[in-house]
């Protein structure tokens, strides 16, 4: 990580939030339970949509169709995976600092996030013929390469130091 930022990892791991979530028996598990689940259904509906993408599952499908129908699931998800993500980042802000798998997740996950807002959903929100078809490929495998990343880097960062 960037010398620059570790005063911010120092803040974020002496905040209240760090300091409760670090000396409770029970906060970090229960966050990490949230967390894991809802990592489990972003990557489902992400594997469901992006196959739809590829051709390889559900073909007759209209992809806004679907897209709209698992957009509350992929919402949620990911608005509970950054808020138990954050938590869990505060509680063991200095130990992340040096570990090059944390580092690796937040590049997967900006990346994920950029992509996800600034390519995919405008993809599966359009019919697909109004779309090249490189696109809504990029766009599936895109999607799947990112989330996937985000998911192995975060598992690997017990791992690795």
Known sequence: MPHALFPFF?????????????NSRYWFPILELFHLFALTILLGTTLLLSLRLLGVLMPKQPIPELAHELAPWMRWSIAVVLVSGLCMFFSGAL???????FAIKMVFLFAALVFHFAYFRRIVQRDESSVSPAAVKLAGIGALVLWFGVGLAGRSIGFVG
């Open 10 to 22: 120092q803040w974020a791991d002496a905040s209240w939030i760090g300091t409760t979530v670090r």
């Open 95 to 101: 130990r992340y600092y040096t570990n090059i798998s």
